[in-house]
């Protein structure tokens, strides 16, 4: 998975992010319903690497929306690897966590 964040978000300076490095951030999430197990395995991640409760301010289910809310700056998201080839250049990936 990767973090995509707006362009010149300040995550992108980092050389490396832990989850517990987020603990702050606001995240566009997707509803449990879209994909359960995903969700589930997402928050476990989560909550091992330190970011026990993700502060989950907009929920979108697909990657547009999603994308679309990282650059209006309502949150940073999660999205999979191949989100990178299908993204303009005023979207960021901060490194990996």
Aim: one cysteine or more; glycine letters at 6%.
């Amino acid at each position: 998975m990767l973090l995509a964040v707006p362009k010149g978000h300040h995550l992108t300076k980092r050389e490396g992010i832990r989850l517990r490095d987020l603990r702050d951030m606001p995240f566009v999430w997707f509803p449990r319903w879209v994909n359960p197990l995903i969700y589930d395995r997402m928050m476990r991640a989560c909550t091992r690497g330190g970011l026990s409760a993700p502060r989950i301010v907009q929920q979108a289910t697909d990657r547009d929306t999603n994308l679309g809310l990282v650059q209006c700056q309502i949150g940073i998201a999660w999205m999979t690897e191949s989100t990178r080839w299908h993204c303009p250049p005023r979207y960021r990936f901060a490194p990996s966590c």
